[in-house]
């Protein structure tokens, strides 16, 4: 009895256990890391962490990898992008929580190629390019992975590799998790509209680098990577550290590892200024985070180590005093500034005004203002076409079609849309791409095309109808293809149609007489080389029907000019008659009355003249008719 109560009570506990379990894991931060080309789920080492098999790429082979010694933990395969599989690739993650992320890539290099293969290639995230990698990146421990924060709006996060000629991008891991929704709020120009990537983060006073400690990432953050560095200048400045509890690290809004403040580095009297310099992309907007905690012994009140943040010439910050400002020693003290960078470089320079400058540690991120997306509408139309017009495969046409701006869609023309905020089509042109299939009526949501040239495919089937309501469209240029069936009627009601080449079809019936008959300034239409096109000048006479109506009209043409042909000869009969018998007169009348002769001079000379016509039998009728008829 007693054992069974036990059992129960156990069982109900277990119940509520688990029932707690869910609902913390419910509070936990989402997390979704994926060993890029691995074939199945991979745990790794010191912490069990669960790395999904490769799945959400749009193309790619999967390989062996060759790591760069920075990699921690280890994972043995990666997916790489052959340009034949096209310019960009992507990953898209679905079913991800609204919210803020930190996304974090690792690259490697495919095992057995040369290190010369080395790839160099740019990233983009939501569309918005946020690093392009630097040559030699596989020698540099930091260079070896991106991270962005970027935020999710529509449970969905897209990865896009993009090719720039130099080798096949690959990559190791993706990492995508969520981080405090305010995480690295750097103040009033701060928004949803923002990417920062991290440019540097440095740990100072370790030489190694470190990963934040809470690796399974029960807290957002457990999962920074932090450079170590000992020195900024060859050895005049100092490493110190402490064991001692930090307080006021491990909270809101960026949860820092208190490892962080465990050790710094100190200027000193040689050179008093700690000087930090790194190479930045020019021309942009940088947020940097200052980390400080007072744990040098030698300092336990204000005003004993005073100091100036300068950046780039410029104070930032005037008179740092840690223990005054963060209230006590052992006590993190967190600054950011934005700054806008002109040059390549980014000097720090932390100068003290009373005893020596220290810092625990730097971040420094990119702040890149997100791209304008396409509208929606206009890129599952170009899905939609991709998949009917068979595009091959090294076109590529994943991601977004008109950002990042640096690498649209080929064939893809963009304008942007200040009606939606967003990016509209303006222009197709896949001419001599090796297309097949058909051209979907779909086409006409593409609304602000100006410009089509398919030319030289092989499409088949007819033009869609849809195509006349594309109301801006200037060029259409189908020729050298297998359309069949008739020219639609829409076609005639676009007004600012100025090129319109069907040359080369199998196009068959009547061309509208909107087009063929309208009469155009500028325009050229070129319909030639359709056998079954009819109706047009240089086109072949049309169908059965209206064939009938030419007969009848080249009937009617010949009868008359045949009757008038006989009304011509009756007047030349009737003529040649009068002249005989006024012959006839004349030569009576030359016998009885010779003095009337010079009186009669006019009829004489044409009757003489009549006389030669007449006997001059091998003339024409038609000939002499006007001689006569004068
Ligand atoms: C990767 O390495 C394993 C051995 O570690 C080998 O069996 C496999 O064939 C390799 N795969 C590729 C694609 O090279
Ligand atoms: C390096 O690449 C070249 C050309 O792809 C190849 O012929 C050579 O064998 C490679 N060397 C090594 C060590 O893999
Ligand atoms: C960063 O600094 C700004 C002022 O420049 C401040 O408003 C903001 O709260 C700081 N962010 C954090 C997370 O401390
Ligand atoms: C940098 O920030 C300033 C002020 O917010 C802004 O006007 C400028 O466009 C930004 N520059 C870049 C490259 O984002
Ligand atoms: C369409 O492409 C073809 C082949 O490249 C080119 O010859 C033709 O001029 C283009 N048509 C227009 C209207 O530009
Ligand atoms: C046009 O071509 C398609 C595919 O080749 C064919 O199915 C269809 O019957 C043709 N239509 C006409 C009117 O010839
Ligand atoms: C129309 O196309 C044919 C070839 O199909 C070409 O020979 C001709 O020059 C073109 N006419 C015009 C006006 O472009």
């Known amino acids: 009895m007693a054992g069974s109560a036990i059992a129960r009570l ?83 993650i679905n079913r991800i929580p609204n919210g803020h992320y930190a996304v974090r890539m690792f690259f490697a290099l495919v095992a057995d190629s040369n290190l010369s293969n080395e790839p160099v290639f740019d990233i983009s995230v939501e569309g918005t390019q946020v690093y392009s990698m630097k040559p030699r990146w596989s020698n540099n421990d930091d260079q070896s992975f991106t991270e962005v924060l970027v935020f999710v709006t529509d449970k969905s996060l897209s990865l896009c590799f993009h090719s720039t000629g130099h080798g096949d991008p690959s990559v190791l891991s993706i990492e995508i998790l969520q981080v405090d929704a305010n995480a690295y709020n750097y103040g009033l120009s701060w928004s949803k509209v923002v990417v920062l990537r991290t440019a540097k983060r440095l740990t100072c006073g370790t030489g190694k680098p470190a990963f934040d400690e809470d690796y399974n ?131 720090i320079i932390l100068h003290p005004t009373e005893g020596h400058a220290i810092i625990n540690g730097i971040e420094v991120f990119e702040i890149i203002p997100a791209e304008l997306r396409t509208l929606p509408e206009e890129v599952s139309t170009l899905q939609i076409l991709k998949a009917s017009l068979g595009l091959p495969l090294r076109l590529g046409w994943n991601g977004d079609p008109c950002v990042p701006q640096q690498h649209p869609w080929s064939g893809v023309d963009c304008q942007y849309d200040s009606k939606s905020v967003k990016w509209v089509i303006d222009g197709l042109g896949l001419d001599n791409q090796g297309l097949k299939g058909f051209l979907p009526s779909d086409i006409s949501n593409l609304k602000h095309l100006q410009s089509i040239n398919l030319s030289g495919n092989s499409i088949q089937g007819n033009i869609p109808s849809s195509v006349g309501t594309i109301s801006g469209l200037q060029t259409l240029d189908l020729s050298y293809n297998e359309f069949n069936g008739s020219i639609p009627e829409s076609l005639g009601q676009l007004k600012s149609l100025q090129i319109l080449n069907l040359n080369g079809n199998l196009l068959s019936g009547r061309v509208p007489a909107n087009l063929g008959g309208r009469p155009l300034h500028r325009a050229s239409f070129n319909f030639t080389g359709n056998a079954g096109l009819c109706g047009i000048p240089g086109l072949r006479s049309c169908g059965p029907h209206l064939s009938l109506g030419d007969e009848v009209g080249i009937a009617l043409g010949s009868l008359t000019a045949f009757l008038m042909l006989l009304v011509c000869l009756a007047c030349w009969w009737k003529r040649r008659q009068n002249i005989l018998r006024a012959q006839k007169i004349a030569a009576s009348r030359e016998a009885s009355y010779a003095k009337a002769r010079t009186n009669n001079a006019r009829d004489v000379q044409m009757t003489r003249h009549q006389q030669h016509r007449v006997h001059d039998q091998t003339r024409t009728a038609t000939e002499a008719s006007p001689a006569l008829l004068t």
């Open 10 to 92: 156990l069982f109900v506990s277990c119940v509520l256990a688990l029932a707690c379990l869910r609902a913390f894991a419910a509070q936990e931060p989402f997390a979704v890391r994926i060993s890029c080309g691995a074939r199945e789920d991979v745990r790794t080492k010191p912490t069990n962490v669960l790395w999904y098999r490769d799945f959400g790429y749009t193309g790619g082979r999967y390989t062996n990898a060759s790591l760069t010694s920075s990699i921690v933990p280890p994972l043995k395969t990666l997916r790489y992008f052959p340009l034949s599989d096209g310019p960009e690739n992507c990953y898209i």
């Open 217 to 347: 990432g029960n807290h957002w953050g457990g999962d920074r990577f932090w450079l170590g560095i000992s020195t900024f200048s060859q050895g005049s400045d100092q490493s110190i550290s402490t064991e001692n509890r930090i307080a006021e690290a491990s909270i809101a809004p960026n949860f820092y590892p208190e490892k962080l403040y465990h050790s710094a580095i100190v200027s000193t009297d040689q050179q008093p200024d700690l000087i930090f310099e790194m190479e930045v992309d020019p021309s942009k907007n940088y947020s940097l985070w200052f980390h400080f905690a007072e744990i040098d012994p030698r300092v336990t009140n204000e005003e004993q180590r005073v100091f100036d943040i300068l950046v780039n010439g410029d104070v930032i910050f005037e008179k740092i005093d840690i223990i005054r400002m963060a209230g006590e020693g052992h006590t993190a003290l967190v600054l950011n500034r934005t700054v806008a960078v002109s040059g390549r470089i980014l000097t």
